[in-house]
């Protein structure tokens, strides 16, 4: 009887045997970021996607990814590579004096250009994140971004 139990895990184990990279195997794509309304070229853009709401728009720290990108004259677009395929959101910044922050006056409004994905708006303040939410479930997704001074 105990012959048999074993025989019967030992193939019932065999039969849902997958190898590990088939395990670990995940989709992923690439996010161009197309600016739109660039100002000027100083400073470089600050770019945060956010996989879920915790620290959305300003704790860079937990976000999914962050890159800051130095800006040149011929910079049009910003890839973000190896992406897995799922439901983000996205927060720029034209960090202008790389200070690595949104520059804001006494009354909190923005002194550098800022953007979301969407281009959603806030009415006093950053948009909802819910607002900004878009899905990666290609090779490529482009999006254009709308910098507002």
């Known amino acids: 009887m105990i012959q048999l139990l074993l025989i019967l895990l ?4 065999h039969y849902f045997e997958q190898p590990a990279e088939e ?20 400073g470089a853009i600050l770019i945060t996607l956010f996989s879920d709401e915790d620290g959305f728009p ?5 976000a999914f990814r962050s890159e800051i990108v130095p800006i040149t004259a011929e910079l049009r677009e910003i890839r ?37 994905s969407n281009n959603a708006r806030g009415r006093f303040g950053p948009p ?3 607002d ?15 910098l507002n001074y």
């Open 80 to 116: 973000l590579e190896d992406i897995p395929h799922g439901t983000y959101s996205l927060a720029v910044v034209h960090d202008e004096n790389e200070n690595m922050k949104l520059d804001t006056n006494f009354l909190g409004i923005p002194r550098e250009g800022y953007g979301f």
């Open 10 to 13: 030992i193939t019932g184990l």
């Open 23 to 42: 395990l670990f195997l995940q989709e992923t794509g690439t996010i161009i970021i197309e600016l739109e309304t660039l100002k000027n070229h100083k």
């Open 132 to 146: 900004t939410l878009f899905t990666l479930e290609s090779d490529t997704y482009v999006h254009q971004i709308r």
């Open 58 to 62: 300003d704790e860079w720290e937990k």
């Open 128 to 130: 909802r994140f819910s």
